[in-house]
Every structure is written in C-alpha cells, then in structure tokens.
C-alpha cells in the first residue's frame, strides 16, 4: 500500500516582478546526467537553466529546493550553484525554512538569468518515498522538487525542459510525467515542476507497443517478473480509465525503481506514481499498491485523507477483482485486512482534525484514516443500493466527483461530497458523514455492502501491539516501557536494547500474520530476533463468501459485473 503522501511546496514569491500579461516570461532547462555509479549508488545531474522576460529583487526567495524527505539520514546536494544575469555573477545567500533551503540573490537581477548547479544523488541518504532522488543500475530518477533547485516567482512560464544524455551509455533516454524524450509546457506555474517525475538511463518499459495511455518503466533489474506485473497493470488500467468514464484514456506513466528502505511505497502524482521495490517484492504483492495507487488517478484531490486515500482503499481490489484479474477470494482477503486494521485500532473515534498532525510520527493515525475512509465508502455503497433498490451505488457519487474536476475543471470541495449524499440518502446521509469526520460513530457496513456475494460475520483479531512505547506507535530505536509478558518480552527484549528493523513497520501492522524481525545490540551483545507483535484479541466484523450466491472464483474480463454491486 501505498502510503501514498507526495510532499511539496506552495511559497508565494511576493517581491518578485512579474512579466507583463501579454507575453509569457520563458523558463529553459538542460539535464545532463553524469558520473553514475551504479555500484556505489552514486550520480549527479547537471542543470542549466535560462530565465527571460523576468526579475527579482535582492534578497527574494529566487530559487528553492527540498533537500529531504521522510526518514532521509541526509539530504541531496545541490554543488556549486551559480547564478548570473546580464550585468555578471550575482552572489546568493542559501538559507533554511521549514526544511526546505532557498537561495536569496545579493541584488536585483532581471533579462535573461542563468542558473547552473549540479544534483548530487547519494542512495545512502535512504528515505522511505520512492520519490526520492535515487541510482538503480543505469539509470537515475526523483521528483521534481527533490531533484531540481527551481526558480520561485509568481505568473506563468513557457516551460522547455531538454535532455543531454551524452555521458550515458548508447540508447539511454529520458522520460518525465508529461513526455518521453525532451517536452514543452504552455504557460503555467514554475512549480508543475515539483510535481513531475523524472527518469533517464537505460530505460525498460512495459507495454513496448504504445497502444495504450499507460507505459511503466525502470532501469533496474528486479529479480521478479516486473514485466508481467506491469502487463496486468495495463490492463487494470484500461478498465479504470472506462470505469471512472474518461472520453478518451488519458497519458499514465509508473516510475519503478528499487527501494530497500520501504520496498512497499508509491508516490502518486499527477497522471503518474513513482514505486518502490526489494529484495521479496512479489508480482503478486505489487498488484495491490498498483490497484491503489491507479485510483488516485482519477480520484485525487483536496477534500483530504479520509476521501483520496479512502476510496484508494476501497478500490484497490474491488476494480481488479469486478476487472475479472483477481480471484474472489483474493478480494475478500482484501476487505477483511482493511476491516481487521479498522476495528482493533486504538484510536478508532479520533476526529478526522486529528490525523495530519500525527500522520508521521505514529502509524495509528497514518493508516486510520485510510481505513476508516474505505469503510465509510462501503457503508455508503450499502446504504445508497438498498434506498435506491439496487440502481445506485457510491460508484455513481465518485464518477460525479471525477467528472466535477476532469470535465468542468472544478476542484471539488468537501460541500460538494455532502451535497451529492444527501441527494441519495437525506439527512440519515449527512448524519453518516458527520459522525465518520468526527470519529464519534462506527464505519459498520451492512452484510451486502460489498455486493451479494459477501455476508458481514463476527470474529476475533488480535490488535497490534509492539510490545515496547507507547502510546505512540513509532520506529522506536531503543526499547523502553517493555510491557511484561508481550510478544517481544517473550522474544526476548529488554529496556535499553538498540534495534535496528529488518521489516516494514507498516508492513506488520497491515498484516496480522507477519512477524516482525529486529536486529538487536545489548551492549557488546548482537543477536537477531522475531516475533508477532500482536496482543489482546478484540471481537470485529469480518466478510465470508455468501453461500448462496453462488459467485465465481474469477468473474469474467470486461465491463462491471452485477457480482459486483
């Protein structure tokens, strides 16, 4: 699963001097990639960049750059950057804000200004986002607000971004959210930029023909059938893009490369995802991040975690599975992992309001809203066919949401979502949807919610426990407040043990069969260990196969099936 978060930056430029209306200002950019060692994990990109038809005064934030991420050791190097324009070299100040750093020029510069530096890509800095800048065998790639130092000004820019891949191998190339090879952007805002994804080397890519919006490609060489997976990927593709109504399937692009730090992780952006895989990625496995991942496509917006990632969740198997491309089974596991998450989680009623700000540093939050998200999906899905007998669905109240910011270019508001439920359910809609935001009601759907061939049953699961901290639930590097008699008391840990993880946190709490490996140091002492962390059991719902559906073990390829509603 993707935690699917895309870190970026809004900063308002408000001393700069902005072109006149009539005539764009124009922003040109060089990449050349050099020095790449993929042994070494090593590499640096090249930038040259010519800005006309634009100023900035002295000591303005002029060019600004995110130099870490999430669980980075260190942050990427920008080296020798320099800035001139007309009237010669122009010194800068580089300062920090909020972790991100900015360069301020020592006087005004306008005309043509040029800027070069070089990126400094080092795979040690680690991180968790596959985003992250990062050399995987002949290739690099990154986000464009990691990888680049971009000029910050207000307005709108024509925008050439050129490749030089003379320092590579023969038959590299270079490919980025919105082109294969070198592209151009009417005019808009500078910072597109941060949001795009950028790729160049030896390049593989998955399908080769071109028929379709859709193409994955990486320079690594994974240890699993990545091609066949992004066959599968295609055609899940394929079917969303008819499933969410587009006229016409729109331009996708997946960005894969290896991530030993969370092999697990997307990072969605616009019209594309950049994702991770190691050392045990399965084509299986990566068929659910994939299923979640592509729905942000289509659904992403601003309204917040409990609708982006929620309906990500609740998509993630239901579109492959009504896709005929998942077995039944395999979506059942599906509902009943997120439902297990979901009903032994300890902070189960924290209002919505709680969740950002305790999004990074305690998983409790980071997947709850994720999980309740999905279930209030499911309970709308219920409630919506049955008040409607059967001729609607919460489908019909996403399309509408997809087709608000695709077809009238409106970003949809959270007004706009309690608006379309209260059409179909009244007040009981509003009531529902209040009481998920507070955290106040339970997200219990009713026995067909995920379509005839499921019946809600009641069970018992053990609710995650790490057996050390707390309340928080963090990546704790030494053990304190070990609870007596835990699952990692039995295993053997003690008060004031180092640990290094050699799971996914995150993994394990997703999963209630998975143990988690620890390598400990006890002073002089280092020894490896494993447990379930897992401790009381607490009675939730679960779904079965409904005997008398009669449901196939894979419904057929095409469009939705009725099996699905």
Known sequence: MKNLLLTTLAIAATQAVPARAEEAPHLSIRLKPVALDAAAGTGELDVEMRLSGTSAPGGSDLIVHQPGGPRMTKGITIADLRLSDAEGAVETRRVMKDGWEFWQPARAVGGDISLRYRTQIDNSAGGILSSIPYVDGPGLSGIGSMLLALPRLPGDF???VRWDLTALPAGATGVTTHA???????????????????MAGLI????????????????????????????????????????FADPAE??????????PFNPSNGTATIHAFAMGYGKDTTAEKMKTILG????????????????TEGNAVYYQARLPWSAGLIPTDRYLDDINLTAARYFTSEVIHAPDADVLPNFWEDLRYNVLSYDRGAMYFAVL?????????????????????????????KMPTEADWVALVEKELGAKGVSLHRGMISGENLMVPRSDAFGPCFRRVKAKVRRYDLGFGGPQLKRFAVVEKLRPGSAAAKAGLRNGDRIEYRDSTEGTLRHPDMKLHLKVTRGDKIF??????????????QWARAPAANCPAVLPQGEPHDAAS
């Open 528 to 541: 490896e260990t494993s447990y379930l962390p897992r401790g009381t059991p607490v009675a939730i719902y």
């Open 204 to 243: 593989k890519s998955e399908p080769r023909d071109g028929s379709s919006g859709f193409k994955a490609i990486w320079t690594g060489s994974p240890q699993f059938d990545l091609a066949g997976a992004m066959q599968w990927s295609a055609a899940l593709y394929r079917f969303n893009s008819r499933f």
């Open 292 to 307: 979640h991942e592509m729905t942000h496509t289509w659904t992403a917006n601003e309204l917040g975690k409990w609708y």
């Open 381 to 409: 899905n219920g409630e919506i066919r049955h008040a409607s007998g059967g001729t609607r669905s919460v489908d019909d109240l996403i399309r509408a949401m997809v087709a608000m910011q695709r077809d009238d270019g």
């Open 180 to 198: 294969d090879g070198d592209f151009s952007l009417a005019a808009g805002p500078i910072s597109r930029l941060d949001h795009t994804l950028f």
């Open 158 to 160: 024509d925008i050439d």
């Open 250 to 259: 729109p331009r996708y692009r997946i960005f894969l490369r290896e991530n």
